[in-house]
Structures are given as structure tokens and as C-alpha cells.
């Protein structure tokens, strides 16, 4: 190989080392804003801005900047609410081209939010909708308390030199009460969607819905853990590729 050839093998690998850790920088980013309901920064700042499929798909399918914007942006913030998922076993594969990017992690982490009083939520039906809370305690708070684990498979496209999130994909793993196992909580089949609606905010905090339609139904039904059925090999993991025309997408 001659000196010149080297050179450029060598800046190429240079160059997808350091693609390699903003990509995870970004994700990392994307959790952080999450973790704050800082929706309308995640939007603005994380999500790809000149992508026409643009995409998140968490069992329902958000797809594209104002479709985006639409569901996330103006979400409220919870007195005592906490979201925690903290990112883990990244595999990322920078395109040859250095043009886009694939990534997958698992996130293991925790949700809760108490409530003065039991939320009053229905749904199309009438029927009525919402977490599933304990409560009241002792001091009269209702408490929506679980175990949050995921999987995500995300699409990066480098756009006026950043790397943004393309196309997101959250599969689901376990979901269920803090106080109750996930082997029991398969057993008592309360896999429902209704688990994930979110109840209004408290009184005094303008906002709109949180239940906002999606914009599609999701092809990739999310994938709760169940004794009745193998784990699901699903995000796929990405491998190593030239162009993204010669990969699958989330």
C-alpha cells in the first residue's frame, strides 16, 4: 500500500472513531433532555431537521418535524416526576461513507409520578384509562411507580456537520410495578396499553393532552416481556456498511 493510501485509510479510521463518540454523545443527550422533559429541545436540537421521514416509533409511529412537534413540544413537567434511562451495551457502526450512522442500546431505568388525587383519564370507548397507581398512602398521594426497561435502534444522518437522530425505534422489555416481579406480572397478563396512557398534570399546569394520537400505527408492536414467548431478537443489531442504501432502517 503505498504511503498516500495509508495516510487516507488511516484519517478515515481517525474520523469514525470520533463520529463513533458523538453519535453516542448524542443519544446520551437525547436521554438527558428525556429525563428533564426537555420534549421541545429534544426536538429541536437531537432530531434530524431536513428529513422528510424523519421518525420515532415506540409502538405508535411519529413521523416527521411537525408531526414531532406536534406530540412532544409544550408536554408538561410533574411536580415529583422522575424518568430514568440510563444507557447501556452500545453497538454503533459509522457508515463507510461517514454520512449516517446505526446504533443500539439498552436502557434500564424507572418512571414514577405522584398524584394529589386518582387521575380521571377516559378513553374513546369512555371507559376509563390512565397508569396503575397505589394508593393513597398515608399522605393521601396516589403513586405510579414502575420498572422501565427498553431496547432502541436508532438511524443517525449527519446534517450540516452534526450528527442528528434519523429514524428512533423503542422496543419495550419490562414495564411493570415497582412492588411486583415481571414473571408475576406476565402471569396476571396486564400487558395493556393502557399501562403507558399518561395522566393530566397537576391542577394549575397548562398543557395540552399527553395521549396524542400517534401519526401510524407502528408495523413493530412493542415487545413486552411474556413467559409465553421467546425474547423477541428485535431492534436488529446493526452491522458494518458503506452506504445506508445497502442497510435496513429502524
Known amino acids: 500500500m503505498r504511503l498516500e493510501e495509508r495516510l487516507d485509510s488511516l484519517k478515515r479510521r481517525v474520523q469514525a472513531a470520533k463520529d463513533r463518540g458523538e453519535v453516542a454523545n448524542v443519544f446520551a443527550t437525547y436521554q438527558y433532555y428525556h429525563s ?26 411519529l413521523e416527521g418535524l411537525d408531526e414531532l412537534r406536534r406530540y412532544y413540544v409544550d408536554r408538561p413537567r410533574y411536580n415529583g416526576k422522575l424518568i430514568c434511562h440510563f444507557l447501556a451495551n452500545p453497538v454503533i ?20 409520578t405522584p398524584y394529589p388525587e386518582r387521575p380521571k383519564i377516559t378513553g374513546p370507548d369512555g371507559d376509563p384509562v390512565g397508569p396503575r397507581l397505589e394508593g393513597p398512602d398515608k399522605y393521601g398521594i396516589y403513586k405510579f411507580c414502575h420498572w422501565v426497561w427498553n431496547k432502541y435502534g436508532v438511524d443517525f444522518i449527519r446534517e450540516e456537520g452534526k450528527w442528528r437522530v434519523w429514524h428512533l425505534r ?50 413493530n408492536p412493542p415487545q413486552g416481556y411474556t413467559i ?20 435496513f432502517s429502524y
Not at 429541536?44 to 422528510?52: F, S, V
Not at 396476571?188 to 395521549?211: F, M, W, Y
Not at 414467548?229 to 428485535?234: F, G, K, M
Open 36 to 61: 428533564l422533559i426537555y420534549d421541545g429541545k429534544t426536538v429541536e436540537e437531537i432530531y434530524a431537521q431536513h428529513q422528510p421521514d424523519v421518525r420515532h416509533d415506540w409502538g405508535g409511529v
Open 93 to 112: 457502526q459509522i457508515a463507510g461513507d461517514g454520512k449516517t450512522a446505526k446504533g443500539y442500546w439498552i436502557a434500564a431505568g424507572h418512571e414514577c
Open 170 to 219: 423503542t422496543s419495550g422489555m419490562i414495564r411493570t410495578h415497582f412492588s411486583m416481579d415481571w414473571i408475576d406480572f406476565s402471569l396476571q397478563n396486564h400487558i395493556d396499553d393502557r399501562l403507558c396512557a399518561l395522566a393530566t398534570p397537576l391542577e394549575g399546569v397548562p398543557s395540552k393532552p399527553l395521549n396524542a394520537p400517534p401519526t401510524y400505527p407502528s408495523p
Open 228 to 247: 409465553a414467548e421467546p425474547v423477541a431478537p428485535e431492534p436488529r443489531l446493526p452491522e458494518p456498511y458503506e452506504s445506508f442504501d445497502e442497510t
